[in-house]
Nanobody
Framework: QVHLQEIGGGSVQAGGSLRLSCIVSGVYVKFANIHWYRQPPGTQRELIATILRDGSSNYTDAVEGRFTISRDDAKNLVYLQMDSLKPEDTALYYC???????????????WGQGTQVTVSS
């Protein structure tokens, strides 16, 4: 069974940094695509960063150049380094893994419980 747990959230002033960690069990991160999502208050969850099996990464425009996703294969962890934080980065942050369950593209999603990041101006 796949299990994800996010740690590292907290409160920080604008311009500060935080590093989130996603503790993964049930799948090897070096063989998986792992994603970070966030959900600001009153809005839908949005994909912000992905690290692919080959180690390459993708970011949404809102965090490009400020956030860095990485992984530690030995510890089976995925990180999200967040620099130059802005108040609009305030959200619940989740890591995610999914598998396709049929040839039509249906997915089984695995989520952690989320960790709160609050950025004050």
């Amino acid at each position: 069974q796949v299990h994800l747990q996010e740690i590292g959230g907290g409160s920080v002033q604008a311009g500060g940094s935080l590093r989130l960690s996603c503790i993964v069990s049930g799948v090897y991160v070096k063989f998986a695509n792992i994603h970070w999502y966030r959900q600001p208050p009153g809005t839908q969850r949005e994909l912000i960063a992905t690290i692919l099996r080959d180690g390459s990464s993708n970011y949404t425009d809102a965090v490009e150049g400020r956030f860095t996703i990485s992984r530690d294969d030995a510890k089976n962890l995925v990180y999200l380094q967040m620099d130059s934080l802005k108040p609009e980065d305030t959200a619940l942050y989740y890591c995610n893994y999914y598998i396709f369950t049929d040839f039509r593209g249906s997915r089984r999603m695995f989520w952690g419980q989320g960790t709160q990041v609050t950025v004050s101006s």
